[in-house]
């Protein structure tokens, strides 16, 4: 298998490439509903923007996006509110780019997008100067409005960890009067980081028994000319689980970021059991560690998964509950309200459909337990709109072999748009 490009990857390139004085090809992008999103904005704000032709090499579901900008001080406030589609990456994101650039933003989305809280990224532009406002009772949901403009660096320390609100504070901060620091208790995904010190940004990271420290100076980016986007771990899950599940299953899946603060959820599979076998590639000086992965079927039980694991592998918690409620023993999944925050509340929509499929799952608060050593039953599933967990359900049925319904299975192109035909090329093969 060959994956779509990482989404945290793909937007955050699009992004940077619009604040960069230059031209930049990204190569590999995932081609899902979400990264468009981000590609409409970068367009919207006054970036020159066009896709390319795939080449014959370029991975099913991925895409080639050229971006020419003259930097931040070419962009403007669009003239129309940015649309940030069902990705909750383009709306946050989008606000620190966008908290820098002079004039009024709206940014707004789908109805599942505006009930997602925002408050954490409009917290600490407030803080830095930015006017940002929401809407809703409380003033906290999207429609977003932004009014860019002057900034001062900002001292935050989040209550929740977040990848998404730090790239928002990272992304402002360059525009920022004075340097930005960012302190996280628990490390999230450092791809914000990379790709911006690939780029001359002035960052420097520390870590110490508090936590980690992330320290910003502003300035501007410089363009890279290309970008290669590697394949996206969180869709790799879907497969390591699904070929440790399967009775008779041997898959390779190639070109797989191995960003070390993304590769939790192999880390909790190989925990439980899980026969997964990784082939570096040579550095190809992006500073992201990219490599091969075998999955192999295995006897999994179950593990204690604490808030801390859940943190480090908030995206791919559904389709570890399959594992888990597949698995022979006990599984806990501690510490997960997040999700309930994401495209639908996950908690409630993972459980309800194990549950209609026959497995045995109970929810305490923000804490998931698995009775494990069940299989999928045939049964009906709801998506709820939510790509994570259309193809949580898909790979329900194809590892147990029986007719698992899921409504609304095109969700899955927010992420994945492939997905199905990649479904479809295993279950011929098994």
Not at 6 to 32: F, Q
Not at 107 to 118: E, K, N, V
Not at 269 to 288: K, T
Request: net charge negative; charged share 20%; with cysteine.
């Amino acid at each position: 298998l060959r994956l779509p490009g990482d989404k945290s990857m793909s937007h955050r390139a699009l992004l940077y490439a619009a604040l960069a004085d230059g031209e930049t090809l990204v190569v590999g992008a995932g081609d899902g509903h979400d990264v468009r999103s981000t590609a409409g904005i970068v367009a919207a704000l006054g970036a020159a923007v066009s896709r390319e032709a795939a080449s014959p090499d370029d991975a099913p579901g991925t895409a080639r996006w050229r971006v020419r900008s003259g930097g931040r001080e070419s962009l403007r406030a669009a003239v129309v509110p940015l649309d940030c589609g069902n990705s909750g990456t383009s709306m946050r994101l989008g606000a620190g780019l966008v908290a820098g650039v002079p004039g009024v933003h709206t940014l707004t989305g789908d109805a599942s997008l505006q009930s997602r809280p925002m408050a954490r990224v409009l917290e600490p532009l407030t803080a830095m100067g930015a006017a940002a406002t929401g809407s809703g009772e409380a003033g906290t949901r999207a429609p977003l409005t932004i009014t860019g403009g002057a900034l001062r660096g900002i001292d935050w320390a989040p209550a929740t960890p977040s990848a998404q609100v730090k790239g928002c504070v990272l992304l402002a901060a360059l525009a920022a009067t004075g340097e930005s620091i960012y302190r996280e208790v628990v490390a999230t995904r450092d791809h914000t980081e990379r790709m911006l010190v690939a780029r001359g940004a002035a960052l420097r990271t520390s870590r110490d028994a508090s936590g980690t420290t992330v320290t910003i100076a502003p300035g501007e980016l410089s363009a890279l000319p290309l970008v290669t986007i590697p394949g996206d771990p969180s869709s790799a899950t879907f497969w390591l689980v699904a070929g440790s599940l399967h009775p008779d299953a041997d898959l390779l899946i190639r070109g797989v970021s191995l960003n070390p603060t993304r590769r939790h959820a192999i880390d909790l599979l190989q925990r439980m059991g899980a026969r997964i076998d990784e082939f570096p590639a040579a550095d190809d000086g992006s500073g992201e560690p990219v490599g091969d992965l075998r999955v192999r079927s295995a006897a999994l039980h179950g593990i204690d998964m604490t808030p801390t694991d859940v943190a480090l592998a908030i995206d791919e918690v559904p389709i570890l509950s399959l594992a888990a409620a597949m698995a022979t023993g006990a599984t806990s999944i501690r510490g997960a309200g997040e999700l309930c925050a994401k495209e639908s509340d996950r908690i409630a929509g993972v459980a309800a459909g194990l549950t209609a499929l026959g497995l045995t799952i109970s929810v305490t608060g923000d804490d998931l337990h698995f009775v494990g050593g069940g299989r999928p039953a045939a049964g009906s599933t709801k998506s709820l709109g939510d790509h994570r967990l259309a193809m949580t359900f898909a790979i329900a049925g194809l590892v147990s072999g029986t007719a698992v319904s899921v409504d609304d299975p095109a969700a899955a192109a927010v992420s994945y748009p492939t997905f199905y035909d990649d479904v479809a090329r295993i279950g011929a093969a098994a």
